[in-house]
């Protein structure tokens, strides 16, 4: 009773240490993941207070709220939306793989972590943070805007890639012969398109079976099937988030928009513990050795999604100001980095490729919220409509 006691008080004082930071970042104008991540810090290990208690709730509700926050996403599209979203994308899906791989895997060989380091930081640095971007775009207001699906459809790309990678990456780590590490990739990519095809071609019959109008029966729905295809997408070697995110896009009409409201509360709870998680579970102490080269690559790395996010949008005919509050919408890192890090770390890489990625996703969700700001400043709106207008006129 005693420890239950504990785990009570601890997490109680964090999420209302929480909810006052939220109240702090809405009066002074920015978004509440930097001092999230920030208080996570502090009360993580090594931080001034370490938080001792409750670190299951923490690491369940993690996993939760990257669930909770794709399939709330994918709640806002269509099944042909997205198809046409994803034909539209494909070059940039290229563009973004090419441009973001390299420096990653440039870094780790220039640091001596070999070819299967390279292998490794070229992942981190490559996929962009669905549940981030999910949370920020909701902040910022821009669920509604022209430039998202285009957002939305590179996330989507690199999140199918990643079904892909991750299993690769497995068996190259744990020195699995090349039979047993396709049949895993297979197995892996045989679950994704499983998904896919239900939401694309069946998403009326998933409508119907969680469809109910008493709230509290239709949020037990919808989260028992979308925790359902999470867990079995993750068990094969898939990616949890995509099949949390295809849920919500074969979940359509009035019952799409009814999961919403009801889910909303869900998904601001538990999206703020999975930002905790990441502070919590960082020590401040082993970031300082690789602080500079990981600054640097985030500099470099937030640079070429800035240019993905542009070409992608501009591929698509979205204006001036469109095309760059896409390429900032791209920059942060988040869940699939820090997965990528903890598999190396488990298959005994260097683990100085842990911390760096760590020092690296941090960077990247506290400056990518607040430089996602820039394309919304007057001055700025003022001048992409100038280039806009200077480029109709000739």
């Known amino acids: 009773m005693e420890h239950g006691a504990l785990v009570l008080i601890e997490i109680g004082a964090l999420l209302l240490g929480v909810g006052l930071l939220g109240r702090l970042a809405a009066r002074i104008g920015i978004s509440p993941i930097p001092l999230i991540l920030l208080a996570g810090l502090a009360f993580g290990d090594g931080g001034i207070l370490p938080f001792a208690e409750g670190e299951e709730f923490i690491i369940v509700g993690a996993e939760i709220g990257v669930i909770l926050l794709l399939v709330m996403l994918g709640l806002e599209y269509s099944a042909d939306e997205l198809v046409s979203n994803l034909r539209a994308s494909r070059l940039a899906g290229v563009f973004d793989m090419v441009l973001n791989t390299v420096p990653g895997a440039l870094l780790a060989l220039w640091l001596g972590w070999g070819p299967i380091g390279a292998v490794v930081l070229a992942g981190v640095t490559w996929v962009s943070s669905s549940g981030v971007i999910a949370k920020m775009l ?122 919403s409201r009801v889910l909303m509360p869900l998904r601001d709870l538990f999206s703020t513990v999975f930002f905790l998680f990441f502070g919590l579970s960082t020590n401040p102490n082993d970031l300082w050795p690789v602080l500079v080269p990981a600054a640097i690559l985030a500099v470099v790395t937030m640079g070429t999604k800035l240019a993905t996010g542009y070409f992608a949008a501009w591929r698509t005919g979205i204006g001036e100001a469109g095309r760059w509050r896409a390429g900032f919408a791209l920059m942060p890192r988040g869940e699939f980095s820090i997965v990528i890090a903890g598999l190396a770390l488990t298959a005994g890489v260097d683990r100085a490729i842990t911390a760096l990625a760590t020092a690296y996703v941090l960077i990247t969700i506290l400056l990518g919220p607040v430089l996602a700001r820039i394309p919304d400043a007057p001055a700025f709106q003022r001048w992409a409509g100038k280039v806009q207008a200077a480029r109709a006129a000739a």
């Open 138 to 259: 909701g902040d910022l207001g821009r669920l509604a805007n022209r430039e998202t699906p285009v957002v939305l459809s590179i996330l989507v790309i690199e999140d199918l890639a990643m079904a892909l990678y991750l299993p690769i990456l497995t068996a190259t780590l744990v020195g699995l012969e090349l039979g047993q590490g396709m049949l895993v990739v297979l197995i892996a990519l045989a679950c994704v398109l499983v998904i896919l095809y239900i939401a694309l071609r069946h998403g009326r019959l998933v409508s119907k079976l969680v469809w109910s109008k008493q709230g509290d029966v239709l949020v037990l729905s919808v989260m028992g099937v979308t925790l359902l295809v999470a867990g079995v997408a993750a068990q094969v070697g898939a990616s949890s988030a995509v099949g949390a995110f295809l849920v919500g896009i074969a979940i359509s009409g009035p019952v799409a928009e009814h999961a």
